[in-house]
């Protein structure tokens, strides 16, 4: 890390709201750290300066994410991004993990952690990352996916964001029949999954095209972990690449990168015009060739029942994201508490919608038969999510 950014870095911290005096006491000395790294620089190693100031970074930015501080939050976005280049914008979930303790909500960090945060990465053995100029522990937990529900096959994520399905639906197929048939015809190329949770369908992309490099990118570094321990256990690890982070915000890729995205049961977690921001980055991230796998929820949902008559109303009177919804509470109390606190269902037209303002052509599209794979008090009438396919 370069002095220039550890400077820009003190001053960042310095806009930031402090709400209490321990806040600002934890800030003050974790600034007080970052001095100490311009003054002494010769004496402290450039491995360690690196993984301190990218600690100091990531307390910083997760602070910058409540709303008193989103005037600092998209500079420090920015400078994240920069800060792990070699990463896509993101930490890697060895970082992540391995300082987990004190990359937490700022307020739990423990003081004497703040006081001298190079004797906290000192204090275990540790592996170099050459690559991103870091320290961290070497620790692959065996963490296979959790098991499912009793009925269906459902399985609750470990952030409460939702439930991963433990069987690949139409499209995810589709999404491993196409890698698997560009296998055969590309020495190299590269696939993305986003949101993958515990990475049900990457596993199958790894398995099906061993020649393809798959980005596996989840908000949750554990739920990546899991994907990573199933991956060594199965030797299919090699083109495995982990990416823990906010779709699509944290990202960064270089047009044209992939020649396959898919992005399944994620899109209904957001607003339709941040949907339809998030489908043109994708389309900037594909190949000219290349292909997107898209699947989202729809209202159709027995637990959502009651919700769908407001759906139906809401779309006559051509509301333009009819499936939106602030308070799921309302509608599956006993759902809703292992979601996010927002849910946008969309029936084929709504998704025909948002993937045609974003620019791209449909090649298929229809509603998928969730039977076998939803538990029953998600099943209604065949209609439970929609797919696609578009270019």
Known sequence: MENSNIAELISLSARLNQMDARVSTLITKIT??????????????????????????????????????????DVLLVFRKNAWKTN????????????????????????????????????????????????????ILKRPIPQPEEEGHFVKTFNSQGYMT?????????????????????????????????GIATLAALEAAPNATVYCNDLDPHQLQVVQYTAIEKQIDANLILLPGRFPNELSFESGKFQAILICRVLHFSRGNDIIVALKEIKKWLAPDGKLFVIVETPFIKAWISFLPEFIERKAK??????????????????????????????????????????????????????????????????????????
């Open 88 to 139: 896509y914008g993101v930490p890697t979930i060895e970082f992540l993990l391995s300082y987990e303790e004190v990359l937490t909500q700022i307020e739990n960090i423990p003081l004497e952690l703040a006081e001298n945060i190079l004797h906290y990465i000192n204090t275990k053995p540790t592996q170099i990352d050459e690559l991103n100029r870091i320290k961290y522990y070497l620790h």
């Open 32 to 73: 007080q750290q970052l001095s100490h790294l311009l003054q002494h620089d010769c004496s402290t190693h450039p491995i360690d300066k690196s993984t301190i100031t990218l600690i100091a970074l990531e307390i910083f930015y997760m602070y910058s994410s409540r709303p008193e501080n989103y005037q600092v939050y």
């Open 318 to 391: 051509d509301v333009p994201f009819p499936g939106e919804i602030d308070t799921p509470m309302k509608y599956a109390k006993d759902r809703a508490p292992f979601l996010p606190p927002f849910i946008h269902f969309m029936d084929i037209d709504g998704l025909s919608y948002t993937l045609a303002q974003a620019g791209f052509e449909i090649e298929q599209i229809a509603y998928i038969d969730r039977k076998n794979q939803f538990p029953s008090d998600i099943l209604l009438d065949g209609r439970e999510s929609v797919g696609a396919v578009a270019t």
């Open 166 to 198: 433990t069987r690949l639906d139409t499209f995810s197929k589709k999404f491993i029949a196409f890698c698997q048939k560009q296998s055969l015809t590309n020495k190299e190329f590269s696939v993305l999954e986003i949101g993958a949770a515990f």
